[in-house]
């Protein structure tokens, strides 16, 4: 009885115990177990691993590849006319569309230009970049994408072999103008002239905001030679009346096929350095040092330039101060064929408008 009575005391002091620190959360162990434990089933510890295979592809030995060739001509993308690497600006490709694939050449660059150039206006498409660079100042202007040349007095005459001499025979000799407009305010004009033998230029003169500049050259400066690849050749020529002389270095090492916006014509293509020198200033100006000038003659169209790359350096003094010009430019045909160039019409005098008549007198 006392041992009940003992019981209940200490059942009692724990009610009160447990009733005097309540608890308003649960506990929760935690303790670190690795990932391959925790989320691994135990059940499956003891199921075979399918062993690893580690494939290596070897390539076939070339007889075996020869034996047995895919046909993939189903996957096999339409083949694009062939791009060739050029340092030269690239063309805007919307100003001049290329040759469909597949078109063909007339035929291979004659030596000799036998047929004279057909007059007309030509389209020329350019690209590149004019450098202005003046009392410490430098200006950047894009080059005009789009110029006109018009070629006009296509003459064929028979001259002397030997000037002066003509116990020595004669030979056949054309000249023409190309008369290219840059801007409605510049225009250059340059008269070339060609024989069995060679194509010089005559003279050469820019008309810039009405002021006209320039040489007629003798004797005239040749810048193509009839002897072909791997020919070599030095111009040179002088304006005795404004003290000016301009050489000319001409090479020939290829011919080339130019893509006149869509029209294929090959070349003859001379790579040249050229100076024009003021013997009175001491200036002179033509292929930008260390660089040189590419110019595809189309042989077959009576001498015209097809295209041209062209890296000039220009010095000129206005107002007491040197202005030096950089040109960095590329530019070709618009087609082989020019359109017509419009006669300009004879104004007829204007007709007197008949005088009015008399007033009849007399009485009625």
Known sequence: MRRLGVCLAILSVLACACASTPRSHTD?????????????????????????????????PPSLLAERVPDLTPYVAPSLPTVVPTTTPLLPLALCPPALPGASVPGAPPLIIDTPPVAGTYKMVN?????????????????????????????????????????????????????????????????YEYSASQLALVSHYETNAG?????????????????????????????????EAMSFEGAIHATRVVDACGSLVDTMEVTSTSTLADLQTAQTSGTTPGDSDITDVATGLGGLFAARHF????????????????YNVTSKLDGLTPTPTPTPTRASAPVAAPAPAAAAEGTS
């Open 127 to 191: 690209s590149g970049t004019i450098k202005v660079t003046t009392d410490g100042f430098t200006f950047n202007f894009p080059y005009p994408p789009l110029t006109t040349m018009v070629v006009k007095d296509v003459k064929t005459s028979t001259v002397d072999t030997v000037p002066g001499v003509p116990s020595l025979g004669a030979t056949s000799e054309t000249t023409f103008e190309e008369v290219t407009t840059l801007t409605p305010t510049d225009v250059i004009t340059e008269t």
């Open 28 to 60: 929760i162990g935690m303790a670190r177990v690795g990932l391959t434990v925790a989320f691994s089933n135990q059940a499956l510890a003891s199921a075979p691993v399918p062993p690893r295979v580690i494939v290596v592809l070897i390539p076939a």
């Open 311 to 326: 890296q000039q350096t220009d010095v000129e003094t206005v107002n007491n101060a040197a202005v030096t010009i950089v």
């Open 211 to 243: 002021k006209t500049t320039g040489d007629t050259f003798s004797p005239p400066v040749e810048v193509y030679d009839t002897g072909g690849v791997g020919t070599s050749w030095e111009g040179l020529g002088a304006d005795a009346a404004r003290l």
